[in-house]
């Protein structure tokens, strides 16, 4: 089920745009557009849920495994490290209402993220 205006809906319609670097069993990577790392990937399920408090586990839990897997894999391509982000909620910094997991990587990264 998809969300009108969702941008991530739209994407994974093929109405805009992305660069896909994987999509399969309902999981689709992009190219983050406005990187903030030399690697910087968004996955998400191709169902829309607005974000990890929204999503219903019972019924489910394969789905949020098979995200997790997802953006481990494409993280561990990177030799140094990786780091994996889940933005819920406005205080979070999380501008796109549709579950998504960044993966960061190719520089150091300090801690705590601002
Ligand atoms: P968040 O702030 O956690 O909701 O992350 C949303 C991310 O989506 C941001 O890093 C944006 O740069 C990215 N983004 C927004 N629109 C697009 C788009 N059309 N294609 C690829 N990434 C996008
Ligand atoms: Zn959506």
Redesign the pocket.
Known sequence: MSSTNC?FCK?IAGE?P?KIVHRDNGIMA?????P?APVHL?VFPERHVANIAEHTFRGSADEIACLMEIAAELGAKNAGGFRLVV?TGADS????DHL?V?VLAGRHMSWPPG
């Open positions: 941008i994407i805009i992305a992009i190219e983050d557009v406005n903030q968004l933005n910094g999380q501008t796109v998504h960044h």
